[in-house]
């Protein structure tokens, strides 16, 4: 089976998107599999759930956990159970959580925990080299399309010496069309959270790269692309 195992939809504060949108584009791709992680909260899984009576694509859900130590991808095998974040630890507006004391309770509490982008330093707080000490992964995700060139290159080194396995994930955010370059590819066909779940902690996975990436952009890019058509625009060529 194909999932994707990072994708985002309007539970997430940052984003927009419809996951009814997110599923039908999703079965275009020939993907068997979406798995949810909305950035801090699994609050609405109950809304994602329902949907799988109207799509072929499985639907799983977990959440993205940012911290002061990078961003973790946590699974429960039953999210409708397990307590949120703000629950736990309060606000994180005006300090990150820690990841020391965030990930040592949710995995006593039966998470599975995948480190996500952790060589990505677009994004505050990167994980870098302290992803190779965390005794608490389960996986690495090493083929994340929205990182920088040799950002996930050195994810898998960091897997291979870990001797972990590795997943890959679209990290879908800001549009549909940024499904379809990225999945997760389970062994063993899994129908239910708790095979999902299981399965990742198993290390039945393998990362997959899906088609032809598209030019990879980042906030300011397009604003710096309009800048430079304006000055080429104004240029006057000696005749």
Same mark, same amino acid.
């Given at each position: 089976m194909l999932?994707?195992?990072?994708v985002?939809?309007?539970?997430?504060?940052?984003?927009q998107?419809?996951?009814k949108?997110?599923?039908?584009?999703a079965?275009?791709?020939?993907?068997?599999?979406?798995a949810f992680?909305?950035?801090?909260?699994?609050?609405?899984?109950?809304?994602?759930?329902?949907?799988?009576?109207s799509?072929?694509v499985?639907i799983?859900?977990?959440?993205?956990?940012?911290t002061?130590k990078?961003?973790?991808?946590?699974?429960?095998?039953n999210?409708?159970?397990a307590?949120?974040?703000?629950?736990?630890w309060?606000s994180?507006?005006?300090? =990150?959580?820690?990841a020391d #004391?965030?990930?040592?309770?949710l995995?006593?509490?039966? @998470?599975?925990?995948?480190? +996500? %982008?952790?060589y990505?330093?677009?994004?505050p707080?990167?994980?870098?080299?302290?992803?190779?000490?965390?005794?608490?992964?389960?996986?690495?995700?090493?083929?994340?399309?929205?990182?920088?060139?040799?950002?996930n290159?050195?994810?898998?080194?960091?897997a291979?010496?870990?001797?972990l396995?590795?997943?890959?994930g679209s990290?879908?955010?800001?549009s549909?069309?940024?499904?379809?370059?990225?999945?997760?590819?389970f062994r063993?066909?899994?129908?239910?959270?708790?095979e999902?779940?299981?399965?990742?902690?198993?290390?039945k996975?393998h =990362?997959?790269?899906?088609? #032809?990436?598209?030019?990879?952009?980042?906030?300011?890019? @397009?604003?710096?692309?309009? +800048? %430079?058509a304006?000055?080429?625009?104004?240029?006057?060529?000696?005749?």
């Amino acid at each position: 089976m194909l999932i994707d195992l990072h994708v985002h939809s309007y539970l997430s504060r940052d984003c927009q998107l419809d996951p009814k949108t997110v599923l039908q584009r999703a079965e275009t791709f020939g993907l068997d599999g979406i798995a949810f992680t909305e950035t801090n909260t699994q609050d609405g899984c109950d809304e994602l759930f329902d949907l799988q009576r109207s799509t072929k694509v499985r639907i799983f859900v977990g959440l993205e956990l940012a911290t002061d130590k990078g961003q973790y991808l946590c699974f429960f095998e039953n999210p409708l159970k397990a307590p949120e974040p703000v629950q736990l630890w309060g606000s994180n507006r005006e300090k =990150p959580w820690p990841a020391d #004391e965030c990930l040592a309770k949710l995995k006593g509490l039966g @998470a599975v925990i995948v480190a +996500a %982008r952790p060589y990505d330093r677009d994004f505050p707080h990167p994980m870098m080299d302290a992803v190779r000490t965390n005794k608490l992964l389960s996986a690495i995700e090493v083929w994340n399309p929205r990182v920088r060139p040799g950002a996930n290159e050195a994810a898998l080194e960091a897997a291979l010496a870990m001797k972990l396995p590795g997943v890959a994930g679209s990290d879908t955010r800001t549009s549909v069309d940024e499904l379809g370059y990225a999945a997760t590819l389970f062994r063993t066909p899994v129908k239910t959270q708790v095979e999902f779940v299981r399965a990742i902690a198993a290390g039945k996975v393998h =990362p997959v790269q899906m088609g #032809e990436l598209p030019p990879l952009r980042r906030p300011g890019d @397009a604003r710096a692309e309009e +800048a %430079r058509a304006k000055k080429k625009k104004k240029k006057r060529w000696p005749r």
